[in-house]
């Protein structure tokens, strides 16, 4: 993944074979011309925590076409970091049920879920442009 910087508050997120801006609000100082960090943070978890929920259902037989998730947070007023996410998943209908202890566990044990119980080793340099 490489990142470059833009301009303003923008900066260019280059992946595989994608690329999306992430940007700020402009009451923030930037040209909200794509998501927040914070933002992309959020989708992340929620997406992750969605392919293992649909991965799940769609092995048991379980309808998960439609399955909606609403992700929430809040930020800590002591200090610079989310303090509290919540995440409600809608499902289409109501085949679930008798899973949804299975399901709950599953979206648990998504990648990003468990990134943020045992956190990685974060490794921050710099180096010169060459």
């Keep these: 993944m490489k990142i470059i910087y833009n301009g303003e508050k923008q900066f260019a997120v280059k992946t595989r074979d994608h690329e999306f801006v992430v940007d700020l609000p402009e009451q923030k100082g930037g040209k909200n011309e794509g998501p927040t960090p914070p ?3 959020a989708a992340s978890l929620g997406t992750c925590i969605g392919v293992y929920v649909t991965s799940y259902c769609n092995a048991k037989g379980i309808n998960c076409k439609g399955l909606s998730l609403d992700v929430n947070w809040s930020v800590s007023d002591e200090q610079e ?3 509290k996410i919540e995440i409600e998943m809608t499902m ?3 085949d679930y049920k008798e ?3 299975a399901i709950l566990k599953t979206a648990g044990h998504c990648l990003i879920h468990n990134t943020l119980h045992t956190l990685p080793d974060i ?3 710099i180096k010169p442009k060459k």
């Design 39 to 41: 933002e992309i943070f």
């Design 81 to 83: 970091r989310i303090d």
């Design 92 to 94: 289409p209908d109501e």
């Design 99 to 101: 899973r949804e202890k």
């Design 123 to 125: 490794k921050l340099s």
